[in-house]
């Protein structure tokens, strides 16, 4: 592992690439291959890492365009897509599997061995994408906070 001055000067990209090699199995060709899909489905992602920390010094890659879309979280038996704004999504294809409880996010998780529905997963990234879009364009201004000149 580098030091952590090192991993400052790499970019999110570059550290997502990193966490990729360092996970050397499974794991790591899941979200590789989630990493991939993510980019057809949406060109123009933007990729970041958030929530550093010296217990996982490269962070957490998450995928934005217009907003959050979904992190990408490894444990030891499974690899987890959570979106932001999942519960607000069409799943026809049902490919979240976890976090269902919850008003706001939705996740899949993937085991080893499971298969990756490409093109529902695909369809799901730009449905977060859309949402993002139109939830920007219908925010409202914010106000000014300044108050009147007094006479």
Not at 43 to 70: D, F, Q, T, Y
Request: proline share 5%.
């Amino acid at each position: 592992m580098e030091k952590s001055g090192a991993l400052e000067e790499k970019s999110p990209s570059q550290l997502i690439d990193e966490k990729i090699r360092e996970l050397s199995n499974w794991r790591g060709e899941t979200l590789a291959r989630v990493r991939d899909l993510i980019n057809e489905a949406d060109p123009e992602v933007v990729e970041e890492v958030k929530w550093r920390k010296p217990s996982n010094m490269l962070g957490v890659p998450v995928w934005e365009h217009a907003g959050i879309i979904c992190t990408g979280e490894t444990y030891k038996d499974k690899v987890k897509l959570t979106f932001a704004k999942g519960a607000s999504l069409e799943d026809p294809s049902g490919l979240f599997n976890s976090s269902l409880e919850g008003n706001v996010r939705r996740a899949i998780d993937f085991h080893e061995g499971d298969e990756i529905d490409e093109e529902a997963l695909k369809a799901l990234i730009r449905a977060a994408v859309a949402l993002n879009i139109s939830a920007q364009a219908t925010a409202r201004p914010a106000r000014s906070r300044k108050r009147p000149k007094s006479a």
